[in-house]
């Protein structure tokens, strides 16, 4: 960063989270393998095998928050942000008991034609999604926690992707049970609940031209992530890229 960067104006909040609403240009709903999935152009082998490997990236999620939390000292924040945690590991709070989302995407599998077993032993997952999955734990666990928080707004971009396959897999892949897609219906209210908060923190903190440039490598980081993990998953499923 030169001198000149350093002192430019500080973007508006309306145009800061305008720019960071551009990167979703890079969402990997964009990326060959959904398009594919998406399309209706996928094999069994295809869907199942982009199932077991996005298990390896819904175990992280819950690990990546814990991090974000222990690293914060906002109490506030951490208050909402379990909240998180309890969306993908489930709970069970007196009579009110909550399976989670890793559940609710295991029961996809098992709807998909994979079994339990081989979705939990993780023997499907390929390497490349696991370096880039790691590599975003690790980033939430080494960053300032309000980077890690940051990173997390790919979420802007996930309702949308979500309903597409609420809309398109039953039409195109009826052989999947209807049930196993629920996950995709309880993460479109829950993306846009999270988007709230994660995009408050992020419109506080990154308040000089430095900090929001800052904030929109973070996003491309994680936008990254996202689209590595589908590259590894096409190269070993035979989806041209």
């Not at 030169?2 to 909040?13: F, M």
């Not at 690990?63 to 690293?71: E, F, G, W, Y």
Request: overall charge positive; hydrophobic content about 40%.
């Amino acid at each position: 960063m030169n001198l000149s960067d350093l002192q430019q104006p500080a973007w508006s909040r309306a145009e800061f989270e305008a720019r960071l609403r551009e990167k979703g240009k890079a969402y990997h709903i964009h990326h060959p393998m959904n398009v594919l999935l998406n399309g209706g152009g996928a094999s069994r082998e295809q869907i199942r095998g982009w199932v077991a490997n996005r298990f390896y990236y819904q175990i992280a999620i819950p690990v990546k928050d814990a991090a974000i939390l222990s690293n914060c000292p906002d109490r506030e924040v951490r208050r909402s942000w379990i909240q998180r945690i309890l969306d993908h590991d489930g709970f069970q709070i007196g009579e009110t008991r909550d399976e989670g989302g890793i559940e609710a995407w295991i029961r996809l599998g098992v709807a998909a034609g994979l079994t339990r077993e081989e979705i939990l032993d993780l023997r499907h997952v390929v390497p490349g999604v696991r370096f880039a999955v790691d590599a975003y734990v690790n980033f939430a666990r080494r960053a300032p926690w309000q980077e890690a928080v940051c990173s997390s707004l790919t979420e802007l971009f996930a309702p949308e992707i979500h309903k597409q396959r609420l809309a398109n897999w039953p039409q195109h892949y009826p052989w999947i049970e209807p049930t196993g897609l629920q996950y995709f219906r309880n993460r479109v209210s829950q993306a846009r609940r999270d988007v709230e908060q994660g995009l408050q923190v992020t419109l506080d903190h990154f308040n000089t031209r430095p900090l929001q440039e800052r904030a929109l490598q973070v996003l491309q980081f994680k936008l990254d992530v996202l689209w590595s993990m589908n590259d590894a998953m096409a190269l070993r499923y035979g989806v041209r890229t």
